[in-house]
Every structure is written in C-alpha cells, then in structure tokens.
C-alpha cells in the first residue's frame, strides 16, 4: 500500500525536544506514519507479522508490522473511526486471531495449544491475502491518532503506544519518520 495522500496539513517542525525537522512543514501521508512505526515496532526482526514476544505477566495481543492491539482496534471500530472494510477484515479476520492469542498465551499445556497463537507466532494470518486489508487498518488508525494529537509526532506516539518514556521507541519512530521525510 502506497498511503493514501490526505489532505495536505501543516506539521509541526518540532517533532521531538531534541529532534527539529529540518525538511519544514510538507505533505504527511498515512504511509509516512506506518513505515515509522512499523521500523519501531518490528524493523528489526525477520518476519514483522507476529504476534509480539511480549512482556511476561502482561498479556498483549499486539500483531503485525504496527502491532495493532485488539483492545485498540475494537475501540476505533466501536467508535466508528475506521472504514467500514477495515470493521469487516476486524471482525472476521483479526479478531478470531485476537482471540485465539488471548486462550494461548504462555500455555503450552492448555487443551488445543498452538504455538503460532502464543507469543512469537504467526497467529496463521495470511500475509499474501490479507497485508493490504492490515496496511489499511492501520493507516486509518494512525492517521487518526495523528489528527486528534494535532499533526505532533510526539503525541501521536503516545496515543499509539500508550507509554511515553520509551526513549528506544521515541527515538526509531521520529528517526524513520525523518528518514521518510527526506
């Protein structure tokens, strides 16, 4: 997916306390906002459709190159802030995979355990059929964070990841997200 190019906006040329944009106000697209992410999220492992290794006593269904969590996704579709073909590919693909990540987590001995649904796996989604209906999930998602955090890069990687202290993550979102903006 190529990003879908909105309406052009003005950004904010600070995108971090440290971190001027030195390329000044330009079009943003959502495709912008998902390779930043996606470099952040899983840029560094071989096969970004996983599900995350995730944190021991904290349960995570995050996925995919973005690692869309369910809790969020159903959020943003109860809200109504996704398209009506992104609520379809929730609700008929992501999340019978969501719910099998939330029955084997860490549960090699549970009855009907499969590996690809804990942490790690694949959660069996078919990244050929099915990364376009993700990218676009996730576009619409982003782009709706970063409209409700007024077009900054540091509110928007909050309202995603929901922590703000991850110096690590900060840092590779607005590195990547400079990288996009050259």
Same mark, same amino acid.
């Given at each position: 997916?190529?990003?879908?190019?909105?309406?052009? #906006? +003005?950004?904010?040329?600070?995108?971090?306390? %440290?971190?001027?944009? &030195?390329?000044? /106000?330009?079009?943003?697209?959502?495709? $912008?906002?998902?390779?930043?992410?996606?470099?952040?999220?899983?840029?560094?492992?071989?096969?970004?459709?996983?599900?995350?290794?995730?944190?021991?006593?904290?349960?995570?269904?995050?996925?995919?190159?973005?690692?869309?969590?369910?809790?969020?996704?159903?959020?943003?579709?109860?809200?109504?802030?996704?398209?009506?073909?992104?609520?379809?590919?929730?609700?008929?693909?992501? #999340? +019978?995979?969501?719910?099998?990540?939330?029955? %084997?987590?860490?549960? &090699?001995?549970? /009855?009907?355990?499969?590996?690809?649904? $804990?942490?790690?796996?694949?959660?069996?989604?078919?990244?050929?059929?099915?990364?376009?209906?993700?990218?676009?999930?996730?576009?619409?998602?982003?782009?709706?964070?970063?409209?409700?955090?007024?077009?900054?890069?540091?509110?928007?990687?909050?309202?995603?990841?929901?922590?703000?202290?991850?110096?690590?993550?900060?840092?590779?979102?607005?590195?990547?997200?400079?990288?996009?903006?050259?």
């Amino acid at each position: 997916m190529n990003g879908t190019k909105l309406t052009p #906006l +003005p950004v904010d040329r600070q995108i971090s306390p %440290y971190i001027v944009d &030195p390329y000044g /106000p330009k079009d943003v697209n959502s495709q $912008d906002l998902y390779d930043s992410f996606a470099t952040a999220e899983t840029g560094s492992i071989p096969n970004p459709w996983i599900r995350t290794y995730g944190v021991p006593g904290e349960p995570s269904t995050a996925f995919g190159p973005v690692q869309i969590t369910m809790t969020k996704a159903v959020d943003y579709a109860n809200r109504g802030l996704i398209s009506p073909e992104s609520k379809k590919f929730l609700n008929t693909v992501l #999340l +019978p995979m969501y719910n099998n990540f939330k029955k %084997y987590g860490r549960e &090699p001995n549970k /009855p009907g355990y499969d590996k690809d649904y $804990d942490y790690g796996g694949t959660g069996k989604f078919d990244v050929a059929k099915y990364r376009e209906a993700y990218e676009k999930l996730a576009n619409e998602m982003l782009w709706r964070d970063y409209q409700s955090s007024n077009y900054n890069l540091n509110n928007t990687i909050r309202k995603w990841r929901g922590v703000s202290d991850d110096k690590r993550y900060n840092t590779a979102v607005q590195k990547a997200f400079l990288t996009r903006r050259k």
